[in-house]
């Protein structure tokens, strides 16, 4: 029986300790690990990236630990359009607004995604070459 069936009627509180998900960002999130917060509000956080690929290097992550952007659902579109807004403030506030910057999202094997925590990177700081490796 799946789960969510066989929970039904139930609380549904999740433990301190999954608050966040299973990945390194969890644990980012719930203060396990430190990391160099610039930014957050009841939805979300950024932090810097711990193996920076320009001068400006920040991670815009949701505190729902949702997989990766194909794993989004249409329940998930106001936090989305929200995450996209932390990234342009975060670029202004990094200083990067007008000299122009790049966010990317990485999804599964192919897309070179490392952590399974949606996140945005937000690049700047530098001139960016296209196409992406
Ligand atoms: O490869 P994708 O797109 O999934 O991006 C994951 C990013 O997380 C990479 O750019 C990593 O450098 C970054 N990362 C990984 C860890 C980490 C981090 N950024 C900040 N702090 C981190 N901690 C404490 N631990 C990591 N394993």
Excluded at 59 to 86: N, T, W, Y
Excluded at 95 to 117: F, K, L, P, W
Aim: proline content about 6%; charged content about 20%.
């Amino acid at each position: 029986m799946a789960d969510e069936v066989r929970n039904a009627g139930e609380p549904q509180t999740r433990e301190p300790q999954t608050q966040g998900g299973g990945t390194v960002f969890g644990m980012i999130l719930r203060g396990e690990i430190p990391a160099d917060i610039v930014y957050e509000d009841d939805l979300s956080i950024a932090f810097r990236d711990i193996a920076p690929q320009a001068d400006v290097h920040v991670l815009v992550i949701p505190r729902e630990p949702i997989r990766s952007l194909s794993h989004a659902a249409a329940e998930h579109q106001a936090l989305l359009g929200h995450l996209l807004g932390v990234c342009a403030a975060v670029a202004a506030r990094e200083g990067i607004a007008e000299s122009g910057y790049r966010v990317v999202t990485n999804i599964g094997r192919d897309g070179g995604q490392s952590v399974d925590h949606l996140h945005f990177h937000v690049l700047g700081g530098r001139s960016m070459s296209w196409p992406p490796g």
